[in-house]
């Protein structure tokens, strides 16, 4: 049986509550316990797969290939654990699962309400997912801000778990805004205290507060939180802005947040061991240059669409001592004006061609692989990426004019990427992809081979089209070098020789880790790193 955290958030939606329930879990684990982590969106969407990244954030993709929420990317790197589509729960899937029920008969003679039949079914889920993770300790965020009203339903469930689950097994931890008058530099409580009002009117009075700020608040600040907010004033914490969010744990933990926390779950308090995650903070800190990163992409307005990416390359910068700077490109400007763009691609050091869908910005991802490729750039080509590279690849080298993918032309001459076979009958879009892990086999020489280190690796996938196999013979006598095969002989990975082109169908992003980058990135940034060194100073 374990124990539960439940995370609420107050003022703000995106004030980083997925990072503060990832530092939790964090404290916790390094004292020895077992933890899981759960996050509960209250949408109408069974998942995240079929929404924008632009409006929520990136789509992770889990290894059972399910379609979650970004802060399930958080808890993966943060635990260095894998998570499965039960930790996700969407207001979607359990009224899906009630109302089969309902028409299956299993209410018979009944009224199907909220309270008890959604509520019930939310308990059952957070605690199966809590059971199977084999927890000693399970975190549950509940997605968007108190006061919601599609948040109600599961405010409501956690409400009743308090009083169902043997004494000491729960806790209410609060996280809200504490914003700062930008005129006077003054914080203003007030919002915070609203917040924890609209819980307590619904039966939750918060165990412990976390303030969210950009500076530290003072004691004065603390006190009025504690009275206000109803707790003690220890156990009100507070999260500040920090440049590297793998200090995030450290910051609660400093204020006392683990042995507050194992104080009301009346678990025994063990000595922590940070040796790991303090390693990883010092290579953080050990940078001695910086590589900049061009990052070809259309949603690059929200930093949130591409955040295993970005992860992803932070880790590489880690191990290879180096602060990686993403520079965001759209697209789109590429396309409507070559030169400026031009001259912001030649002065990267490496270029990464983002994964996407559609025709939008697709010709501009397809220059950019064009100046990659001319210019000796360092190249990562990602899904989408390494698909438009091979389409920039066909029309110049091979003369095949234009060429495309059917997702963007579904008329061209030349369809170097096409729709799998087994998606062609497939018409429903939500769950519908080639997704989660796949079996990837890699060819012995190549450049793939000597990143992996490995003959079989498993990456993550989320794609629906892959190169058309009736080009693979034109491309290769033109010099592209297919290294990684799926099991089923689709084209897994591409490279050109003698340098740092890599382009492959999978996300490697989704499985990179501080303490283990992801391969793919970690050499793509060092070879960034040693073209900025060798080529671009001469
Ligand atoms: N749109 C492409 C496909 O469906 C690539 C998807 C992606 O980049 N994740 O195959």
New binding site residues.
Partial sequence: MSKYIFITGGVLSSVGKGIITSSIGKILQVRGYRLTAIKIDPYLNIDSGSMNPFMHGEVFVTEDGSETDMDIGHYERFLDINLTKEHNITTGQIYETVITKERRGDYLGQCVQIIPHITDEIKRRIKQCSYKSGAEIAIVEIGGTVGDIEGLPFLEAIRQMKLEEPMYNVVFVHVALVPTLKTTGEQKTKPLQHSVNELRRIGIQPDIIVARSEKPISQEVKKKIALFGNVREEFVFNSYDVENVYEVPLVLEKQGMSDTLLRILALERREPDWSEWNSILSLANSAKEVVKIAMVGKYSKLADSYVSINEALKHAGFHSRVKVQPIFIEAEDIEKNEDEALSRLLDADGILI?????ARGSEGKIKAAEIARLNGIPLLG????F?LSIVEFARNVCRLDKAN?T?IDPYTPHPV?DL?PEQRNITMKGGT?RLGAYEIEIVEGTLAHKIYEQRIVFERH?????VNPKYVNILSEHGMIFSGFSKDGRIEIAELKNRFYFLTQA?PEFKSRPNNPSKPYLYFVKASLQYKQEVKKK
Avoid: A, K
Avoid at 354 to 358: A, E, I, K, Q, T
Avoid at 462 to 466: Q, S
């Fill in positions: 983002l994964p996407g869908f559609g990602i899904c989408f990426g698909q993918s997702e990427i799998l992809m989320r794609h629906r089209y892959e996300h």
